[in-house]
């Protein structure tokens, strides 16, 4: 029997057992996914590291987060369709992806103590090849407390500071992943800085008035 | 303003960047390599922490398929490893895998007694569903032990190949009983004998000339000669006639 499925009984008769539903979008064959997140992951790993590094303090933490994020940035990864996959922005989905990650364990472990030492917190050495020895040893020493001053940051500060410096994220994508005004987003920054100042020793940075006073 | 002092506390906090360590990229990817088995060429995935999937490479397509299957199920990318994982290949040749390292963090408590009771049976013997769940304590959990050895991500190495139905029947296999009867044939296990005294009636075996009674599965049911098998219907009427109860299968029942 013929049925016209597009004609009213037509629909009627099949509607509820064989409506195909919406046309399905095609998704990209997994090993298209898989070599796709892989270069995701080559390009964007250091990066992401180190914004979990400056997030947690510790680089067993933050190991942990990086490797938790770019997980559940796979397993998103595997839904989106072709559209998806080329308009991402990779820098900022994966920055927002370790920012959640990041405040859901924290929320989990807020009921321990948070004690952070800056002993706990400085990564094994690692050297810059391209640094000279004086540079790198003098320049590891001023990181290192600035890395320990990011720590006593609040939060929104040092997500704000790390995603600006260490991600290297536009404002209006901080913006986004943070959920808050570009302009909210700044003044973060801009007090964080302000707090992180006087350990960078820069020559005229205590005299600058419109900073704002650290809280 | 802003931007002068931002540049020189930027450059500052761009040394707070590091490479991310070699091994965060084993954290997020599993390997995989085919390795070659008595029986079954297999296509084997591990992690850092051990092995998490086993397919007998005769049941997919390829490497691509194999790939494709693990990273739905397990959610990370599957990569070439540059070698085999250690001991594999001399696990599936002498069919003991107790000293291998498996990543079954995917499974639930139940699932990985029930794996781990299961991985310590040795080639050629075969144990009842019922012999496990009584391991694992859970003695009336015969059903969810045949579940959960139906979701064996490690099969061939984990050798739930080896537990079978305590009245003799082979039993369910996740790759087809003939795959699991071409298994215990590699061992030496006489699967027709095992079905063939079943069918002659016996619940229990016993030898006569030992004197022991055991579950159709055991290996000294089978070992005992044709002449000296007594099929038994109720344990009872084996325990009159003077018969102990094997130690290795501790046969229960009436």
């Known amino acids: 029997m013929h049925t016209d499925a597009s004609g009213p009984a037509g629909s009627l008769l099949r509607a509820p057992t064989v409506d195909p539903g919406p046309a399905p979008v095609a998704l990209p064959p997994i090993a298209e996914i898989d070599s796709a997140f892989m270069c995701l992951f080559v390009e964007q790993r250091d990066r992401l590291y180190s914004a979990a590094l400056r997030l947690t303090g510790r680089p067993h933490d933050a190991e942990d987060l990086a490797a938790e994020a770019f997980l559940r940035a796979y397993r998103s990864l595997c839904s989106f369709d072709y559209e998806r996959l080329e308009t991402l922005q990779p820098r900022a989905w994966l920055s927002a992806i370790l920012v959640n990650v990041w405040r859901n364990q924290r929320r989990a472990a807020s009921r321990r103590p948070a004690i952070v030492s800056s002993a706990a917190i400085d990564a094994p050495e690692t050297v810059d090849p391209k640094a000279g020895v004086e540079e790198q040893a003098e320049g590891s020493a001023e990181a290192r407390a600035l890395g320990s001053m990011l720590l006593e940051l609040p939060d929104r500060q040092r997500v704000a500071v790390v995603l600006r410096y260490i991600a290297d994220l536009p404002i209006a994508e901080i913006a986004d992943v943070m959920g808050c005004p570009s302009g909210t987003v700044k003044s973060h920054i801009s007090r964080g800085l302000a707090r992180l100042r006087p350990i960078a020793e820069l020559p005229n940075g205590v005299e600058r008035a419109d900073e704002g006073s650290p809280r | ?254």
């Open chain 2, 1 to 254: 303003m802003i931007e002068y002092e931002d540049r020189l506390l930027a450059g500052i906090l761009s040394q707070l960047t590091e490479a991310a360590p070699p091994q965060l990229t084993d954290r997020i990817v599993a390997r995989w390599a085919y390795v070659e088995g008595p029986v079954e060429d297999v296509y084997v995935a591990f992690t850092t922490v051990g092995i998490s999937s086993v397919v007998p490479a005769s049941t997919v397509g390829g490497a691509e398929e194999f790939a494709a299957d693990f990273s739905r199920r397990f959610g990370k990318p599957l990569l070439p490893a540059a070698r085999q994982p250690e001991g594999v290949a001399r696990a599936l040749r002498s069919g003991r895998a107790t000293d291998l390292r498996f990543d079954l963090g995917a499974l639930t408590p139940f699932e990985r007694a029930v794996l781990g009771v299961t991985l310590q049976i040795p080639p050629g013997e075969l144990r009842p569903y019922s012999w496990v769940a009584g391991r694992i304590d859970r003695p009336r959990a015969v059903r969810a032990v045949g579940t959960a050895l139906g979701h064996n991500p490690v099969p061939v190495l984990i050798p739930c190949h080896r537990v079978i139905r305590s009245d003799g029947h082979i039993g369910q296999y996740g790759f087809g009983q003939a795959m699991k009867r071409r298994l215990l044939d590699a061992e030496g296990v006489d699967v027709d004998l095992v079905e063939g005294m079943v069918r002659g009636g016996a619940v229990y075996v016993g030898d006569a000339s030992t004197q022991v009674v055991c579950m159709p599965t055991c290996r000294r049911a089978r070992d005992a000669a044709t002449e000296d098998r007594r099929p038994f219907r109720r344990l009872g009427d084996a325990l009159a006639g003077g018969y102990r109860l094997c130690p290795e299968c501790r046969p229960v029942g009436r």
